[in-house]
């Protein structure tokens, strides 16, 4: 089992900025791959960017240029640093971890969620 736990959220102005923490504690081993994604009251949960073991990233485009996701895997940690904030960005972030463990010779893959912390967005 992975424990994810997020801090950071809170309220700002649009155009300011908000870092986001996330630390994983348990069976942290043979995690592949760590993100973060957001749900907007009356939305789907999306991702927003995620970053992999071995540092490769990827982002939703609608944050491109405005959000940098980074880890620290020694400390089993993520970061999203948020910058130019704007309205539509109002909604709970989750922290997710995806692990893959080997049963024998057979790969199955675990997601864990962080309760998720509120980032609000005022105009």
């Known amino acids: 089992q992975v424990q994810l736990v997020e801090s950071g959220g809170g309220l700002v102005q649009a155009g300011g900025s908000l870092r986001l923490s996330c630390a994983a504690s348990?069976?942290?081993?043979?995690?592949?791959?760590m993100g973060w994604y957001r749900q907007a009251p009356g939305e789907q949960r999306e991702l927003v960017a995620s970053?992999?073991?071995?540092?490769?990233?990827n982002y939703a485009d609608s944050v491109k240029d405005r959000f940098t996701i980074s880890g620290d895997n020694p400390k089993n940690a993520v970061y999203l640093q948020m910058n130019s904030l704007k309205p539509e960005d109002t909604a709970v972030y989750y922290c997710?971890?995806?692990?893959?463990?080997?049963?024998?010779?057979?790969?199955?893959?675990?997601?864990?969620w962080g309760q998720g912390t509120q980032v609000t967005v005022s105009s």
């Open positions: 997710n971890a995806m692990q893959r463990l080997y049963s024998g010779i057979f790969p199955r893959t675990y997601s864990y």
């Open positions: 348990g069976s942290t081993f043979s995690i592949t791959s």
């Open positions: 970053i992999s073991s071995g540092g490769s990233t």
